[in-house]
């Protein structure tokens, strides 16, 4: 069992950037690829980022990529998305996921989800 606590979210200006974490409970954090998702209003979640357990490969959607970046810490049970020049389109609410393959986020599927946390940029 694994539970998923995202923070780090807020409001940002266009060109901003923010940091959103993800904090696991559980001693098979190690064991699990990562991800993140986002869901916007009126729009089904898709896929943002995912990581594989050992850190050592990255996955991301298009609309994100050279723009935002997943990383994680299995000492600190924790993964992290990186998210530089914000845009208003990227305003959703992003969930964090664990799941046992990345193959398996990359599709939209997840085991286990975090609540959410809000982020949104304004133009």
């Known amino acids: 069992q694994v539970q998923l606590v995202e923070s780090g979210g807020g409001l940002v200006q266009a060109g901003g950037s923010l940091r959103l974490s993800c904090a696991a409970s559980?001693?098979?954090?190690?064991?699990?690829?990562m991800g993140w998702f986002r869901q916007a209003p009126g729009k089904e979640r898709e896929f943002v980022a995912a990581?594989?357990?050992?850190?050592?490969?990255?996955y991301y959607a298009d609309s994100v990529k050279g723009r935002f970046t997943i990383s994680r810490d299995n000492a600190k049970n924790t993964v992290y998305l990186q998210m530089n020049s914000l845009k208003p389109e990227d305003t959703a609410v992003y969930y964090c996921?664990?799941?046992?393959?990345?193959?398996?986020?990359?599709?939209?599927?997840?085991?286990?989800w975090g609540q959410g946390t809000q982020v949104t940029v304004s133009s």
């Open positions: 559980g001693r098979t954090f190690s064991s699990y690829a």
């Open positions: 996921a664990a799941d046992s393959t990345t193959r398996a986020l990359r599709a939209g599927s997840s085991t286990y």
């Open positions: 990581i594989t357990w050992s850190g050592g490969n990255t």
